[in-house]
């Protein structure tokens, strides 16, 4: 069955540190790979995706993610992370249909 | 208002009653999204509406019965709900309904608590 999986449902770090939020999905010939951030009160929110090319893709807010095919994975990273960057982030794949598959989430909690 | 906007945000109701959610979007989109966010769980896709029809409906019980009268509006009515259905859900929105192609903007969500 296509499922993606995030281990972490919570990761605590400091301010300033660097942080790596796991995401894994099952094994496809086409794959599309998202993050969504959701902060407090909001709705979810596109922060980065890997449609083709390039492996390493990256948002506006110093987030990057990488396609690795061989381990079936997208990890996001942050090398410096701030209080602000405290949500709960989402892993999601499609595989070529109207359908986007969600991981269960999760909770980056930052602290000064 | 910009992007898509979801009303009530709270809503308590009790497993008799009928009440209805709402969205709205204000991008000029075709496609918009129910789902279904629980705690610890997945977000569940629920239904998805292209160009106001039904394209997909992922089984969801008959106590949800959604309505897209045209493009940037969507409800979802509720009737004789279930404490389990307790949950965020949320709207969303995308030019198209290939998800690869098409970024889905979503709502803040409706938290909906069943006594």
Same mark, same amino acid.
């Given at each position: 069955?296509?499922?993606?999986?995030?281990?972490? !449902?919570?990761?605590?770090?400091?301010?300033?540190?660097?942080?790596?939020?796991?995401?894994?999905?099952?094994?496809?010939?086409?794959? %599309?790979?998202?993050?969504?951030?959701? %902060?407090?009160?909001?709705?979810?929110?596109?922060?980065?995706? %890997?449609? !083709?090319?390039?492996?390493?893709?990256?948002?506006?807010?110093?987030?990057?993610?990488?396609?690795?095919? !061989?381990?079936?994975?997208?990890?996001?990273?942050?090398?410096?992370?701030?209080?602000?960057?405290?949500?709960?982030?989402?892993?999601?794949?499609?595989?070529?249909?109207?359908?986007?598959?969600?991981?269960?989430?999760?909770?980056?909690?930052?602290?000064? | 208002?910009?992007?898509?906007?979801?009303?009530?945000?709270?809503?308590?109701?009790?497993?008799?009653?009928?009440?209805?959610?709402?969205?709205?979007?204000?991008?000029?989109?075709?496609?918009?999204?129910?789902?279904?966010?629980?705690?610890?769980?997945?977000?569940?896709?629920? &239904?998805?509406?292209?160009?106001?029809?039904?394209?997909?409906?992922?089984?969801?019980?008959?106590? &949800?019965?959604?309505?897209?009268?045209?493009?940037?509006?969507? &409800?979802?009515?509720?009737?004789?709900?279930?404490?389990?259905?307790?949950?965020?859900?949320?709207?969303?929105?995308?030019?198209?309904?290939?998800?690869?192609?098409?970024?889905?903007? &979503?709502?803040?969500?409706?938290?909906?608590?069943?006594?």
């Amino acid at each position: 069955a296509q499922s993606v999986t995030q281990l972490d !449902s919570q990761v605590p770090v400091f301010e300033e540190a660097p942080v790596e939020l796991r995401c894994n999905y099952s094994s496809s010939v086409s794959v %599309y790979l998202f993050w969504y951030v959701q %902060y407090p009160n909001q709705g979810l929110q596109l922060l980065l995706k %890997y449609l !083709s090319g390039s492996t390493l893709v990256e948002s506006i807010n110093g987030f990057e993610a990488e396609f690795n095919k !061989s381990q079936t994975s997208f990890h996001l990273r942050k090398p410096s992370v701030h209080i602000s960057d405290t949500a709960e982030y989402f892993c999601a794949v499609s595989y070529n249909t109207d359908k986007l598959i969600f991981g269960t989430g999760t909770r980056l909690q930052v602290f000064p | 208002e910009t992007g898509v906007t979801q009303t009530p945000r709270h809503l308590v109701m009790g497993m008799t009653n009928k009440k209805s959610l709402k969205c709205e979007q204000h991008l000029g989109h075709n496609a918009m999204y129910w789902y279904k966010q629980s705690a610890k769980k997945p977000l569940e896709l629920m &239904f998805v509406y292209s160009l106001e029809e039904r394209v997909e409906n992922n089984s969801v019980p008959s106590r &949800f019965s959604p309505e897209c009268p045209n493009s940037s509006h969507l &409800f979802l009515h509720l009737h004789t709900l279930q404490p389990e259905d307790s949950a965020l859900y949320l709207c969303a929105s995308s030019s198209g309904v290939l998800a690869s192609v098409h970024t889905q903007y &979503f709502g803040p969500g409706t938290r909906l608590t069943v006594l």
